[in-house]
């Protein structure tokens, strides 16, 4: 039994992850939040390293003989810390939601004051939301964008941390396409004296190719995940201030969580490794790029879709698009993505205009794609493939030009293939 492949011992589940590496080889991957993990995270996050307990911290265990594993802890926490210019790094955080718990479980006294950013305005629920561990443990409020300009509303920041003087202020967001004022947020932060805590969860991979501006100078902690831009292990990871680092590294364990996962740190060590690489910092620059090139297609084609580019443009890896002016519903245009061979997001937008919980949002991302290996030039395809689909006329046209958009969906993905080595 020991020794037996997946395959051998339970064909069943080797089928289904079967079908999910074919769908993933025959999808245009357009979720902002995926990614294709490289052959070296699978093999580490797939190791033996995934039978040790291991319980503390590197030097400081509950447990025997883990030399190995604080190896492996050691450098990812290095790499870690190099790779942002930290001063402190923990490596442990199961997910970008257990880092956003345990950070709030280090910096705030249950009951105390957290100001987060909006979930339907593009923010994360777990920065504040009520029924998650922020909105149940601490008395919590939420910031968004303007009507106008759909920007980060910074006077409504200021002036809800002058009212509520927070413990904690979280600027980070799931569904945005703006560079943030990290001066501007700790001016703010600093005139009442609450901690800034950047949850760069999505923009992690951007700000350590340096296409992004750097948090890091001005938050007392950031919190990330690793497995989104960064492209790697399926994993959270906090960095603070050094003189944060007990009570982060208290919070995550034993405050929020039990033995970390030895194999998932050993992968987060591959991806940091990689993410100080030149050929890293040539797909983030070719992401943005492709996220800008899909973008400047669609506000091409506004006149037919009737579907602006929020905010007309973007300046990371992923851009959004209301679809409300045109009257369609995000889930009708999700559904048709997804029968030419297009995954992507349906959400609802700050201001929505649609009744219908997915709103009229769609939420493109050019991560996964770049890491296929798309360029500038394919993107563009990308969006005119996206522009067609949003076009008004499609409805009329029906099956036939489902089938030919189909076609050229497989054509990218014939020249882009992934995981060859199997
Ligand atoms: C994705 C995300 C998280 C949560 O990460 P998980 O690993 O999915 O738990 C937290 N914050 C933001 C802003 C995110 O986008």
């Known amino acids: 039994m020991l020794d037996a492949s997946l395959a051998e011992v339970d064909p069943e589940l080797a089928e289904l992850v079967e079908g999910e590496r074919r769908r993933q080889l025959g999808t245009l991957d357009l979720v902002a939040s995926e990614n294709v993990p490289p052959r070296a995270v699978l093999d580490a996050q797939g190791s033996v390293l995934t039978a040790k307990y291991a319980d503390g911290y590197p030097g400081d265990r509950h447990y025997d003989l883990c030399e190995w594993v604080d190896g492996v802890e050691t450098l990812a926490i290095e790499r870690a810390k190099s790779l942002f210019g930290a001063e402190h790094a923990n490596v442990q955080p199961y997910s970008g939601s257990s880092a956003n718990m345990a950070v709030l479980d280090a910096l705030c006294e249950p009951g105390g004051t957290v100001l987060g950013w909006d979930f339907e305005h593009g923010g994360h629920p777990t920065q504040y939301l009520s029924g998650t561990f922020a909105g149940r443990h601490y008395r919590t409020a939420s910031y968004g964008v303007r009507r106008d300009d759909r920007l980060v509303d910074m006077d409504q920041v200021a002036s809800l941390v002058e009212q509520l003087r927070p413990k904690v202020v979280f600027a980070g967001w799931s569904c945005y396409s703006r560079w943030l004022d990290f001066r501007l ?231 882009f293939p992934i995981y060859r080595y199997r």
């Open 185 to 415: 947020f700790r001016q703010i932060c600093d005139s009442v004296g609450s901690y800034l805590v950047v949850d760069m969860a999505h923009f992690a991979g951007l700000v350590a190719a340096g296409e992004h501006p750097d948090p890091v100078p001005y938050a007392d902690a950031c919190t990330m995940t690793v497995h989104k831009t960064l492209g790697g292990a399926r994993g959270g990871t906090i960095i603070c201030r050094e003189d944060l680092a007990e009570r982060v590294d208290a919070a995550v364990f034993p405050g929020t969580q039990g033995c970390p996962l030895p194999h998932v740190i050993a992968a987060k060590a591959v991806t940091f490794l990689l993410a100080a690489s030149d050929a890293f910092r040539e797909r983030i620059a070719r992401t943005v790029e492709g996220a800008r090139a899909i973008a400047a297609v669609l506000v091409e084609a506004e006149g037919r879709t009737a579907s602006p580019v929020v905010t007309a443009g973007t300046d990371v890896h992923q851009l959004t698009v209301d679809l409300g002016p045109s009257g369609r519903l995000a889930g009708d245009v999700w559904a048709r993505l997804n029968r030419v061979g297009i995954s992507a997001n349906a959400m609802r937008l700050a201001y929505d205009v649609a009744e219908a919980p997915a709103g009229s949002g769609l939420r493109f991302g050019a991560a996964a794609l770049a890491t296929r290996g798309l360029d500038a030039a394919d993107f563009s395809e990308v969006g005119d493939i996206l522009a067609d689909v949003l076009d008004g006329s499609f409805d009329s046209a029906g099956a036939a030009s489902e089938k030919a958009l189909a076609r050229r969906v497989q054509a990218l993905l014939e020249r």
